[in-house]
């Protein structure tokens, strides 16, 4: 069990996994004979998404769930972090977070050394890239050689070995049963990449609307951006694959040793695609998962969907697996979430799965403007909710709040009044530390 100074409630353990979904063994066995001896009932379990180390996650956890005793007094209640090698890059405010986690940063496109630290503990082996791409963003070349040179160290950052798992959980959505392929940032032009991604964040930055068509941002601005989403793509890929073959196994082994404890799923960010991957990794029959609740999920709104409404033949690659749910699956999404309303739905139409929109008959990568950027195609659960699953119901936070929610089936919650604090990149990306929303988990998963 973690350390009880340092959590809001208790009993609170920690479930540990590698980038495979690889278990540390002594923190599953203590949970598992800790909820017998401590008589719980209802069981929480919060998967963080971007985050750089332990003390991080803890602090969420901490926050979030410090809330949840005095919604439920009478419950018998149990609470576990879920930790995963994921990393957040230092210039992504977080909402309440001390200046040591949200550390100031040089201006772009430099990389600081808490980014460089936190890419390192991710990526193990892979200094000397590491160190070479900060090099480039230091120096900026003026050649497109430099920013080509940029391209090739980003990829082979974040490869993998065609043999690891993680290979297999990398897509959200299926065509014909195939998964879409790897994002063209992995192969297309670097420089026309980097120049689409600086103009967004321009755009995003600019305080007196969308930047003026003559203006030529930084690409090396960028650049530092392609890293960050190459980063996220890598994020995504393990998400699946410790949701899949990390917590749904242990969820599994936790069904046999305490069948009686019902257990409701939180995610945030890629957290949350992890703890909806888990549904996959459930043994047949378990039905203790009560409740999942999404919170600014990092994933296609489309990823349950038993058909794409623009694709007849593709489906969502977590299609059916709502009903895995002995409950409601709330997703809460906000319109503040830049990192979801406009970051995402660019880099999803750079990961191009049909290379109908953004790549013309030459192969070549074809602008756009940003604000379309928005459309329904390219979405992410945190922005806009589950999308193409029938008999979806849609409330505000405050309705929510208020009624009794379905007993199953999907239901998008605009949580917008609470979550909508942050700066630019990101927004209100991790703005998720409200009572509200600790409660939205109680009142979804019935527990009394």
């Not at 353990?13 to 066995?29: P, Y």
């Not at 949701?243 to 599994?252: A, F, I, Q, S, T």
């Not at 203790?288 to 409404?309: I, M, N």
Request: glycine content about 10%.
């Amino acid at each position: 069990m973690a350390d009880p100074a340092a959590m809001s409630v208790t009993p609170y353990w920690e479930l540990t996994f590698d980038a495979d979904g690889d278990t540390d063994t002594r923190g599953r066995d203590r949970l598992l004979a800790g909820v017998a001896q401590r008589h719980v009932r209802d069981l929480l379990v919060f998967a963080h998404g971007w985050n750089n180390d332990r003390s991080g996650a803890t602090r969420l956890y901490s926050d979030f769930f410090a809330p949840v005793p005095r919604v439920a007094p009478g419950a018998g209640l149990g609470y576990v972090g879920v930790v995963w090698p994921s990393m957040r890059f230092s210039d992504e405010p977080i909402p309440d977070f001390p200046r040591t986690v949200a550390a100031e940063m040089p201006p772009r496109p430099a990389l600081d050394k808490d980014t460089r630290h936190a890419l390192l503990e991710t990526f193990p082996g892979r200094a000397t890239v590491i160190e070479r791409i900060a090099g480039l963003l230091d120096q900026q070349p003026g050649a497109e050689a430099g920013l080509e040179e940029f391209g090739r160290l980003v990829r082979m950052l974040v490869e993998v070995v065609p043999t690891e798992p993680q290979v297999l959980f990398a897509a959200d959505t299926l065509v014909d049963g195939v998964p879409q392929r790897d994002p063209v940032m992995f192969s297309e032009s670097v420089p026309e990449l980097c120049e689409q991604f600086a103009r967004a964040l321009a755009e995003l930055e600019s305080p007196g609307g969308p930047v003026a068509e003559f203006s030529i941002p930084n690409p090396w601005d960028g650049a530092h951006e392609l890293l960050r989403q190459a980063t996220y793509y890598a994020m995504k890929r393990r998400a699946g694959a410790v949701g899949e073959r990390g917590l749904g196994r242990v969820l599994g082994q936790l069904a046999a040793a305490a069948p009686d404890v019902r257990v409701h799923l939180v995610g945030h960010s890629f957290g949350a695609r992890l703890v909806s991957f888990a549904l996959r990794g459930l043994p047949p029959g378990v039905r203790t998962v009560k409740s999942l609740t999404l919170l600014q999920g990092a994933f296609s709104h489309y990823a349950f969907a038993d058909r794409l409404p623009h694709d007849p033949r593709a489906k969502g690659v977590l299609q059916g697996q709502h009903h895995r749910v002995d409950g409601p699956v709330v997703c809460c999404y906000s319109r503040h979430d830049s990192a979801l309303a406009t970051m995402y739905p660019l880099a999803s139409r750079m990961a191009d799965d049909d290379r109908t929109v953004g790549i013309d008959a030459h192969g070549a990568f074809r602008g756009f403007d940003v604000g379309s950027a928005l459309g329904a195609r390219w979405g992410a659960m945190g922005h806009d909710g589950v999308q193409a699953v029938s008999g979806t119901r849609s409330l505000k936070l405050a309705e929510a709040l208020r009624a009794e929610l379905p007993a199953s089936g999907c239901v998008n919650v605009d949580a917008a009044e609470v979550v909508k604090r942050g700066g630019p990149p990101a927004g209100a990306h991790s703005d998720i530390c409200h009572q509200e929303l600790a409660r939205l988990v109680v009142t979804a998963g019935r527990i009394r």
